[in-house]
């Protein structure tokens, strides 16, 4: 399978290697299995965790999507997606080959709170999370940040842009969420597959970041 991954967005994902002849022979040995990651996308209720996982799968996503009734009313505010018409009652799950030799695993996260004791399940093993965001709520996305924060699993902020929606830059998304300045924040499309293959790449550089440390 062909690499998604161009020479610039390698130094992402292998920000430590300067040169090829810098390389240890284990690095160059393409012969060995690939590194299998695993990477969970969480964020609020209809942020668009969905769509990014479907977005950047290369095998058909395992989707366990339930049609939304007037029973949820009450729950679940669609007045920012309001041509949605299921949500996520499990997790979504889907794979991307970033390179040769590593793998990602996605797994989507439910977004609705009664949704959220899977949360440690889905979580157990990951490298690290996107949590995604939409500026109109952003305070939907806090549970997640804390989530986050409180277990030390390294994440990145995403803001899925949403058309006519206002653009906001990452500095002040940052200083709204009170995100540390470690932690990547950036604007990207969950609908846009480059769009969120960044993201991606900007989580696993930072996940390999925080774990040489
Ligand atoms: N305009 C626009 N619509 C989007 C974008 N991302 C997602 N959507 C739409 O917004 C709705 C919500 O998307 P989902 O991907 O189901 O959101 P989710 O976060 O998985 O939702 P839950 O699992 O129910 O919490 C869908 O109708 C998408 O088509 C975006 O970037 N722009
Ligand atoms: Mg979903």
């Not at 399978?1 to 040995?29: G, N």
């Not at 989707?63 to 920012?80: F, N, P, V």
């Not at 699993?153 to 995100?179: C, I, K, M, Q």
């Amino acid at each position: 399978m062909d690499s998604v991954v161009s020479d610039a967005a390698r130094s992402v994902v292998y920000p430590f290697v300067e040169a090829e002849e810098d390389l240890k022979a284990w690095q160059t040995d393409r012969t060995r299995a690939p590194v299998a990651t695993k990477i969970v996308v969480a964020g609020g209720f209809g942020v668009g965790k969905t769509t990014l996982v479907t977005t950047v799968s290369e095998i058909t996503p395992l989707q366990t999507e339930a049609l939304m009734t007037e029973a949820s009313e009450e729950h679940d505010d669609l007045t920012a997606t309001p041509a949605k018409t299921t949500t996520t009652v499990a997790m979504d799950f889907g794979r991307l080959t970033l390179d040769e030799d590593l793998v990602l695993y996605l797994f989507g996260t439910p977004g609705q709170e009664r949704f959220w004791f899977m949360w440690d399940d889905l979580v157990r093993g990951a490298i690290g999370a996107v949590v995604l965001a939409d500026t109109r709520r952003l305070k939907d996305c806090f549970p997640a940040l804390d989530y986050f924060e409180s277990c030390g699993v390294p994440y990145v902020v995403a803001v899925n842009h949403f058309d006519g929606s206002e653009l906001f830059e990452p500095d002040d998304v940052r200083e709204a969420l009170t995100v540390p300045q470690h932690i990547p924040v950036m604007i990207m499309d969950a609908r846009r597959r480059i769009s969120a293959i960044e993201t991606l790449l900007a989580l696993v550089g930072h996940a390999l970041d925080e774990t040489e440390e």
